[in-house]
């Protein structure tokens, strides 16, 4: 599978906010896509092969911190290395921006996000009790992980 990494456009919204909502229902409107892409203080990177999007991730700067908003990859584009070069190309756009600490909440029981992001060296910070609601509505755990990049200062 050959794909491209590059920055979502405001008319890209309709098919994120598809993706954002199969992925991780009930999703978002398109609507708030589209603002994200015409915000100066984000990014939305989207993956694609032939026109067909298979992943994005959205990332909000502010100071010399950003968070990772969302980051989803289709069903059927899973287990492809969409998802780590999503990743990768969100922290490589983090360090053009000397951001120094890179943020992501996750569910707790996320087992394949929480492997992806100590992939990259993601550690646990903290953990919010009752964040997310899991299927048949039974809270679920958010734990709260940060990522130093090089242009954190040493203690």
């Not at 909440?105 to 910070?125: S, T």
Request: net charge negative.
């Amino acid at each position: 599978m050959h794909f491209s990494i590059m920055q979502a456009l405001p008319s890209d919204a309709a098919a994120l906010a598809a993706l954002h909502a199969q992925a991780l229902p009930p999703g978002w409107p398109a609507a708030d896509f589209e603002a994200s892409c015409a915000n100066a203080n984000r990014i939305v990177l989207k993956a694609e092969e032939g026109g067909g999007l298979l992943g994005f991730a959205m990332v909000q700067f502010a100071a010399d911190e950003a968070e990772i908003l969302s980051i989803a990859v289709a069903k059927e584009a899973q287990l492809l290395g969409i998802g780590s070069a999503i990743l990768a190309a969100c922290i490589a756009e983090c360090e053009q921006k000397t951001i120094a600490h890179i943020y992501l909440d996750v569910a707790e029981g996320n087992a394949a996000a929480l492997r992806l992001y100590g992939k990259f060296g993601f550690g646990v910070l903290a953990r919010r009790p009752n964040y997310y609601q899991a299927a048949g509505g039974v809270p679920e755990a958010a734990l709260i992980m940060r990522l130093e990049t090089k242009w954190a200062s040493s203690p």
